[in-house]
């Protein structure tokens, strides 16, 4: 019903910028909460942030409060992640996810739909 797929990601250096995009199609953005997560080599999936369906309200997780913005634009049916003083710890696939029921979550387990992820690197 929902597809959500990530693009942005790349090789950036540290201390560069990256922005990340999540595009849905099959529903409008506007009906879900959404969320990043990431998911390094060997790791478990961690939470980024989130915001709600109106963008009234975000989370960050501590790793990346002040460094990222998570932002969403639903006339265009896409959500954001800016990233800037990136650091080689960052580097993961990225996952967007959305949420169908109201209120935001940092649990994978509070979302229904995924993308497909975006390899985002940052070397030292």
């Known amino acids: 019903q929902v597809q959500l797929v990530e693009s942005g990601g790349g090789l950036v250096q540290a201390g560069d910028s990256l922005r990340l995009s999540c595009a849905a199609s099959g529903r409008t953005l506007r009906s879900l909460a959404m969320g990043w997560f990431r998911q390094a080599p060997g790791k478990e999936r961690e939470f980024g942030a989130a915001i709600s369906r109106c963008g009234l309200s975000t989370q960050y997780a501590d790793s990346v409060k002040g460094r990222f913005t998570i932002s969403r634009d639903n006339a265009k049916n896409t959500l954001y992640l800016q990233m800037s003083s990136l650091k080689p710890e960052d580097t993961a696939v990225y996952y967007c996810?959305?949420?169908?029921?109201?209120?935001?979550?940092?649990?994978?387990?509070?979302?229904?739909?995924w993308g497909q992820g975006t390899q985002v690197t940052v070397s030292s």
């Open positions: 996810a959305g949420r169908a029921e109201s209120g935001i979550s940092s649990y994978p387990g509070g979302y229904d739909y």
